[in-house]
């Protein structure tokens, strides 16, 4: 069914007649976007490639391919009723259940071939270490080639000429591996692409500093499948665009704003095989104010030099530093946003995002703003007991409501 494209124009016309009941047309427009892409990768009309969360995808774009995330696959998989039967695969397969779910749900859904076959997988060993090992062992199922980024911890001049010096002989590496040919000037064009989504971005984070907040949290954080496939795009640049001209449009006409009994700051990524939790914040009148995913962390791209300012883009995540940097990054978002408190979703198999959240919890307290450290998984609710976020949140609300009530007396 998902290779057929008469599948693809049936979902393209329930999605044009439903358009009207969306929100924003920023999300219809990347419904039609992500549709496409789906269309593309199943039907195979464009060399597929497999890239992994935070690879500057910018490489694939400028090559005419198909870039295509299975971590953003697993949650819709996960959305959409199947996530429990390709976890299940995954493990038996062999890959723990002490391992990130998203990868394990990768595995399960491969096996059982319900992905798109790659000609080439792309991974990069920053933030995540899991994505270039599940990778490899996904390339010699798929008998495709897996090109591994490696990325240095330190940020400096070396690290940047050892990064662009990958870049560019993957970027050919690539090129000769799906049959394409390597063009500067394309190359410089998705550069442009890419900074055009960088700059919309940062204007529709810029208008969500107002009081009250012009558009929901959990909305904004179905945008972060731009940041993992859209980069270096022309659809990505254009709907970012229509987003922060809504929400302009959207204050000046004064149809924005409601009930915030409290303001909170979103980190890492939300449970996605249930709407219960961000439903409950929604109830309680939490709203979130900003999410960390959607910050814009890096320096604008130079098509002049394509490589060297992507390795400066991949070096630059504030997550791939000390915490000392995460927790500098979040204060600042903290006072932007002017919140009330802080939620760490605490994905489980995570390390790099849960492994210095007591840390991050302990200097952000002293800071000032109340921490929660909801621990959870994405992909996976088997382990978690009937209630048992919706109780740890509703006692966070009752802490930031004895201090609002505090700073009134």
Known sequence: MLSSPISYRIVEGALVLARKSFPWQAIYQMGQFALNQTGRAYTGKVPLVWT????????????????????????????????????????????????????????????????????????????????????????????????????????????EVYVAGQLERLWHDLAEATGRRPDRVALGETLRHSNGFRENMIRANELRCRVPSPISGNDMLAFIYLFFIGQGSREAAEISACLAKEIEEKIAGGRWGGVEKFRLLWLHLKPYYSNEVMSFIEQAGGVLAFEEFNHIYWPPLDPDEPFLSLARKVLAHFDYKPVEERIRVIRELAEKYRVDGIIHFSHHGCRQSTGGSLILKEALQEAGWPVLLLDGDCLDGRNEAAGGMLTRLQAFFEILEERKEGCLI
């Not at 976890?87 to 059982?112: N, P, T, V, W």
């Open 52 to 159: 992994s969360a935070f690879f500057p995808v910018e490489i694939a774009w400028s090559l005419q391919l198909c870039p295509f995330s299975p971590e953003v696959a697993a949650a819709f998989i996960t959305g959409i009723g199947f996530g429990q039967e390709a976890l299940s695969m995954g493990e038996e397969a062999g890959y723990s259940r002490d391992l990130c779910s998203f990868h394990r749900c990768i595995a399960g859904a491969a096996r059982a071939g319900h992905l798109p076959r790659p000609r080439a997988l792309l991974a990069s060993t920053h933030l995540c270490d899991g994505a270039p090992l599940l990778f490899q062992n996904m390339a010699e199922i798929y008998n495709a080639p897996c090109f591994t980024l490696d990325v240095p911890y330190a940020a400096d001049r070396d690290a």
